[in-house]
C-alpha cells in the first residue's frame, strides 16, 4: 500500500477521533465589536492553536481586570463574560480539563445570560463525557434551561444522547437521536448512535435496519462517509457472528475501499466468503488486501487467510507457496519489530516527537510516520489514534516546549537583571543632583502658586467690596509716589503764590489718577480676572511639566529598584518548575515507550504464534500436495 | 469446520496475547500522570503571567510605553502578505505572516506587531502592508500622527482592503 494512501487513512482515522473537538471559541460570535486589544491578540493565538500564549495572554489581562479598583472603565469590561469562558475554552484545548471544568463552572455560576450558561454547562457536560464520567456529565447537562444558543442547537442533544446511551436510558437517547438523525452536520454520526442505542435497548432487528439506512447515506464529506462505512462494518461483523454470512457480506462489500476501515471490511468480507463456504469468493477480497501494508494487522491475517482458502479450494501446491511467502513475510517483519523495539528503547521515538518540524502541522501525528528514521512507528499506526496514546504523545510534546520556555526565560531573567543593573549605574550618579535641582525649582513654584492663590483671594473679595487703589498700575503708583514726595517738599506754613500754584497742581494730578483709578474701576477688574485666568493656563501647564517630571523621576527610579525580590522569586519558580517538567518528561515518556514496546511486542507475539500456523499450514499443504500428486500417478498408471 | 477452528485458534491467539512479564500501563497511571501534567501546566502559565507583567513593567514604563496592533477587516478579502511599519523615520517592525497567522487574523484575530517606548508628544507612524486581493498582488500605505500622552499609547491598524485605518485605544 502507497504511503499517501497509508497517511490518508490514519488521518481519517485520527479526524474520527477529533470529531466534535474543532475549534470553535465562544468568543468567535462576538468578534465584530471586539473593544480589548489584547483579549484580541489571545484570540490571534488561540486560532493558531498556540493555546499556551493564548491563555497567558488572558490570564494576564483579566489578573490586570481583577485588580483595578473601577474595572468596569476597562476595555475588557466589554468582553468579560466571553474572556472568562474563553479561557476555559482555550484551557480545554490545551488539554487542561481540570482548570477548564472550573473556568466554565465560574461562568456557570456568574451573572451571565441564559444562552452563555447553557453553553457553559453544554461544555462542562461535555468535558466529563470525554473525561468517561458520564453520571457528572448527566447531572450537568440536567441542569440546562431555556434558550440554547444557535451553534449548538444539535450538538447539545447529540451529546445529551450520548451521555443517555452511556447511563443506560436508552429510550431517552432513541427519542432525541430520532428528532436531530438528519440535522445540518449531524448525518451519519446521530443515525449511527441511534442503531448502536437500538441495539443497546435490545431492538436488534430496529438497529439492523438503522445501521443499514447509516450504511447508505450518501455524502460527500470524508468523516460521514467514514461514519457510512463504519456502520456497514459494524452490521457486517454483526451478522457475521449472527451466522448470516451472505448478508453480512453485503454489508461488508458496501465499505469503501479507500476508506480507514477498509482492510477490516476486506477481511471480513473474506471470511463471510468462507463462513459460506465460497472459498473462491473468499479470495477476492482477500487478494486485494494480501497486497496492503503488511503491518496491518488485516493483512497479516489475511495471509494465512488466502492460503487456506486455497487449500480449501483443493489447490495444496499454491497454499504451500503462500504459506511460505507469508512465513517469509513474518520473518521480515518480526526483524523489523525488533529493531524498532530497539530504536524505541534508544530513545529514538520520543526524540521524533519533539522534532522541530513537527511543530508546524496540526496533523503531526500523522506526519510522525513520514519522517527518516523512525521506523518504530510503523507498528504503532493503530495505537497512535487511540486517545491515551495520543493524549500521552501530546503531554510529552507539551513538556517538552515547557522545558524550552522555561529554559528561554531563565535566559530572560538575567537579560532582565543586566538591564537593570545598566540603569541603576546611570542613574543612581545623576539623579542625587537632578533631586537638588528639582527640590529648588520646587519651592520656587510653590511660592508662584501662593502668589497666584494670594490675587485670587483679593480678587474675590474684591467683588464684595471694591478696591480701586489695588487696581492701580505701576506707572500710576509710581506717579502718586512722586506727586506725594513734590506735597511733602513743600514748604509747611508757606504762603507764597508759587507754594500754592504747586500744591493745586499736585493735587489736580492726584485728583486725574484717582478719577481714573476710579472710573476705570470696572475695566481694570475684569481685565485683573482675565489676567488671572491666563496666570492660571500657565499653572497648569507649570502643574503639568511638574506632574510629568515627578512621574518620569519616578520612572527612573522605579526603573531599577524593586525587582530584586520579585526576580529572585521567579527564578526559583522557574528552577523549580524545570525540574518538574524534566522528572514528568522523562516519566511521561517512559510510559509512551513502555506502551509502545507493548504495542510492538504483542505484534510480534502473534506474528510469531502466525509463524508456527504456517508451518505447520504449510507442511500440511505439501503433504497434501504431495498425496494428491501421488494419487494422480497412481490414477494416470490405472 | 475448519475455517472456524481457525478463526477459533485466532481469536483465543488474540485472548491469551497477555504480557507475561512486560511493564503494563494502567488507565489508573496514564490519568494520575495527566493530572501531574495539567498542574505543572498551571503552574508554569502563572509564572508565564507573572512573567508577562514584569516585562511590561520593567520594559515598557506606562509614560512611554507604546504599541501597535494589526487586525484585518472581517469583510475584506484582503489577504496580508507583509507589513513594514516605521516610527519617526525609523524601521520598528517588519513581518512576514504564515498561512496561519493570515487566517487568525481573518478571523478576527489581532497581532501586537510592536511594543516599544517614545517620549510623550506627536510621533509620525508610517504602515505599509504587502498583500493580496482578489487574486493580485496589492500595497497599501498609510500613515498617521500618534500623539502620546502620558499613559501607554495603543494603536490599532485596521487593514481593510481599501487602505489602511488607524485607532487610539
Known sequence: ?638 | MAMNKLIGILILLCATFGLAGAEEVTKEQIKGLDEQVQDIKKDVLAISAELNLLEEKLLYPSNTHIAFFVSVAQDADFQPDAIQITLDNKDVAHYIYSFKEVQALQKGGVQRVFTGNVRTGEHNLQVKAIGKQGGSKKTDTATYAVNKGIGPQFVEIRLTGSGIEFRDW
Not at chain 1, 488539554?95 to 473556568?103: F, K, L, T, V
Request: with cysteine.
Open chain 1, 1 to 638: 500500500m502507497s504511503t499517501p494512501y497509508m497517511v490518508m487513512r490514519f488521518r481519517t482515522l485520527i479526524i474520527l477521533c477529533l470529531i466534535g473537538v474543532t475549534p470553535v471559541f465562544a468568543a468567535e460570535q462576538n468578534d465584530a465589536a471586539l473593544k480589548d486589544l489584547y483579549f484580541g491578540e489571545a484570540l490571534f493565538y488561540a486560532y493558531q492553536e498556540d493555546y499556551f500564549s493564548a491563555i497567558s495572554r488572558l490570564d494576564t489581562e483579566l489578573a490586570q481586570y481583577y485588580g483595578l479598583d473601577e474595572p468596569n472603565l476597562n476595555s475588557l469590561y466589554y468582553h468579560i463574560d466571553h474572556a472568562e469562558f474563553s479561557v476555559g475554552d482555550f484551557e480545554l484545548f490545551y488539554r487542561m480539563h481540570n482548570r477548564a471544568g472550573r473556568a466554565i463552572k465560574a461562568v456557570i455560576e456568574g451573572n451571565v445570560e441564559e444562552t452563555v450558561r447553557n453553553e457553559a454547562i453544554y461544555r462542562l457536560a461535555k468535558i466529563y463525557y470525554q473525561k468517561q464520567q458520564p453520571l457528572n456529565a448527566l447531572e450537568t447537562i440536567e441542569k440546562l434551561q431555556g434558550q440554547v444558543p444557535e451553534k449548538i442547537r444539535y450538538e447539545e442533544p447529540f451529546l445529551r444522547a450520548q451521555i443517555y446511551i452511556e447511563t443506560g436510558r436508552f429510550t431517552d437517547a432513541i427519542n432525541l437521536l430520532n428528532k436531530i438523525e438528519n440535522s445540518p452536520g449531524m448525518e451519519g454520526f446521530a443515525g449511527y448512535n441511534l442503531g448502536v442505542a437500538l441495539f443497546q435497548s435490545g431492538k436488534e432487528q430496529e438497529g439492523i435496519l438503522q445501521l443499514d439506512k447509516v450504511g447508505q447515506v450518501k455524502a460527500s464529506d470524508d468523516k460521514v462517509q467514514a461514519m457510512r462505512d463504519k456502520a456497514n462494518l459494524v452490521l457486517g461483523f454483526r451478522l457475521l457472528e449472527a451466522e448470516q454470512p451472505d448478508l453480512a457480506k453485503q454489508y461488508l462489500d458496501r465499505v469503501r475501499l479507500t476508506g480507514p476501515f477498509s482492510n477490516k471490511a476486506l477481511l471480513g468480507s473474506g471470511w463471510a466468503a468462507a463462513a459460506a463456504g465460497k472459498f473462491d469468493r473468499a479470495l477476492v477480497p482477500w487478494s486485494i488486501l494480501a497486497k496492503r501494508n503488511v503491518t496491518n494487522k488485516a493483512v497479516q491475517e489475511v495471509m494465512l487467510g488466502v492460503p487456506y482458502a486455497y487449500g480449501k479450494l483443493d489447490v495444496y501446491g499454491k497454499a504451500a507457496i503462500l504459506y511460505g511467502q507469508a512465513l517469509e513475510s513474518f520473518s521480515a517483519e518480526i526483524a523489523r519489530l525488533d529493531a524498532s523495539i530497539k530504536s524505541i528503547r534508544e530513545g529514538k521515538f520520543l526524540a521524533a516527537v519533539i522534532r522541530e518540524e513537527l511543530k508546524k502541522d496540526k496533523h503531526w501525528l500523522v506526519h510522525l510516520r513520514e519522517l527518516p528514521e523512525t521506523p518504530e512507528t510503523y507498528y504503532l499506526l493503530e495505537m497512535m489514534a487511540s486517545h491515551d496514546f495520543q493524549e500521552s504523545l501530546k503531554n510529552y510534546f507539551d513538556l517538552a516546549e515547557l522545558k524550552k520556555k522555561l529554559q528561554k526565560w531563565q535566559d530572560y531573567l538575567t537579560s532582565f537583571e543586566e538591564i537593570i543593573s545598566i540603569r541603576a549605574a546611570y542613574y543612581e550618579p545623576l539623579l542625587p543632583d537632578i533631586e537638588v535641582q528639582f527640590r529648588a525649582l520646587d519651592s520656587k513654584m510653590k511660592l508662584r502658586i501662593e502668589q497666584r492663590d494670594k490675587l485670587d483671594k483679593r480678587l474675590k473679595k474684591m467683588l464684595i467690596t471694591p478696591r480701586p487703589d489695588f487696581l492701580t498700575t505701576v506707572d500710576e503708583r509710581l506717579m502718586l509716589q512722586q506727586l506725594e514726595a513734590m506735597e511733602r517738599s513743600l514748604p509747611e506754613g508757606a504762603d507764597d503764590t508759587t507754594n500754592e500754584r504747586t500744591r493745586q497742581r499736585v493735587a489736580r494730578l492726584k485728583g486725574v489718577i484717582t478719577w481714573n483709578v476710579n472710573t476705570e474701576y470696572q475695566d481694570r477688574f475684569t481685565e485683573a480676572n482675565k489676567h488671572l485666568r491666563e496666570l492660571d493656563g500657565d499653572v497648569d501647564e507649570l502643574k503639568e511639566t511638574y506632574a510629568a517630571f515627578v512621574r518620569t523621576r519616578q520612572a527612573a527610579t522605579q526603573s531599577y529598584k524593586g525587582y530584586d525580590k520579585q526576580i529572585k522569586q521567579l527564578r526559583i519558580k522557574i528552577r523549580h518548575a524545570v525540574d518538574q517538567v524534566t522528572q514528568l518528561m522523562s516519566r511521561q515518556g517512559h510510559m509512551i515507550e513502555v506502551m509502545a514496546v507493548n504495542e510492538l511486542e504483542l505484534r510480534r507475539r502473534r506474528l510469531e504464534e502466525y509463524q508456527v500456523k504456517a508451518r505447520f499450514a504449510m507442511a500440511e499443504s505439501y503433504d497434501r500436495a504431495t498425496k494428491a500428486q501421488q494419487e494422480l500417478v497412481i490414477e494416470n498408471a490405472k
